[in-house]
Structure formats: C-alpha cells, structure tokens
C-alpha cells in the first residue's frame, strides 16, 4: 500500500500563488505515475496535471502556464506550483499515484485526503 498526504493548501486573493506537496510513504517505490486533480463544491472531479516517472508532464487545459507540476523521485514527493490563481480554482485538491507509468492515465490506485484551496475574488 501507498499512503498519500498532502500540505499547503489555503486561502489566497486571486492573481496569487500557493504551492501543494504531496508526501508519499508505504510501498512508494511502486509508483509510476503521479498527479494533482481536484474536486470543485458541486462539480465532478478533474484532472490538473499529471507527471511521469522520467518527467513528462501532462495538464489540462485550464490551468496550462499558470501551473507547474515537478516530482523528487528520491523523496517520493510531489509538488504543484500554483500561480496566477482564479476564484474558479477554488476547490479539493487530491494528490494521486498509480503503480503503472502512464502519463494519460487517471483511475489512479492511490488516493491522499486532499487540501482545501480556496481563492477570493
């Protein structure tokens, strides 16, 4: 098993920026793929960003060249750099892993608890 934890989750005035870490422990040398989505109040969850074991990343349309994602092998943690925000990226944001590498790949195995991201307008 994998246990996922993320931080850095909070309150921010739009145009801001906040960064998220995800922690990874338990079976991590497992992981393949690893990646950010979240959960707006009302609305489904989505895909923000994806990133391979070697790097190549993958994100959706709505937040391309205002968020950055990046992962340290080594200290089995993941990270989304967040800037330029909008009110309407207020929501849950979930770190999630999968034993498979595969960069388009979102029924992830593992799953954190996510962090609260709100934006005020």
């Known amino acids: 098993q994998v246990q996922l934890v993320e931080s850095g989750g909070g309150l921010v005035q739009a145009g801001g920026s906040l960064r998220l870490s995800c922690s990874a422990s338990g079976r991590s040398f497992s992981i393949g793929v690893m990646g950010w989505f979240r959960q707006a109040p009302g609305k489904q969850r989505e895909l923000v960003a994806t990133i391979n074991s070697e790097g190549a990343t993958n994100y959706a349309d709505s937040v391309k060249g205002r968020f950055t994602i990046s992962r340290v092998n080594a200290k089995n943690t993941l990270f989304l750099q967040m800037s330029s925000l909008k009110p309407e990226d207020t929501a849950v944001y979930y770190c999630?892993?999968?034993?498979?590498?595969?960069?388009?790949?979102?029924?992830?195995?593992?799953w954190g608890k996510g962090t609260p991201v709100t934006v005020s307008s």
């Open positions: 999630a892993a999968d034993r498979f590498d595969r960069l388009y790949y979102y029924a992830m195995d593992y």
